[in-house]
């Protein structure tokens, strides 16, 4: 990186700042081996739908699936079979 590159976002920064408590919370869910729903996944969903005001809030893998979240409420799931 040059002295004349902007950096936008600094991850690695941001993440440094709560390694601690991210790093304690991703060796809780790998010891528990829940991935999918599992107590962090229902108290990220809980939050969240808190901080938005309590809308309905489903996590899921990655942007491709909240995609297809996303157009299965819209209806658009019946056209595309």
Not at 13 to 31: A, F, P, S, W
Not at 34 to 51: N, R
Not at 60 to 77: E, F, K, P, R, S
Request: proline fraction near 0%; aromatic fraction near 4%; include cysteine.
């Amino acid at each position: 990186m040059s002295e004349l590159d902007i950096k936008m976002v600094d991850l690695n920064g941001q993440y440094l700042r709560i390694k601690k408590e991210i790093d304690t919370v991703i060796q809780e869910v790998v010891n528990s081996a829940a991935f999918i729903q599992g107590a962090q996944v229902k108290t990220f969903e809980e939050s969240l739908s808190k901080y938005l005001g309590g809308c309905h809030v489903i996590s899921c893998a990655n942007g491709t699936d909240a995609l297809q979240i996303a157009m299965m409420v819209l209806g658009l799931n019946k056209v595309m079979k």
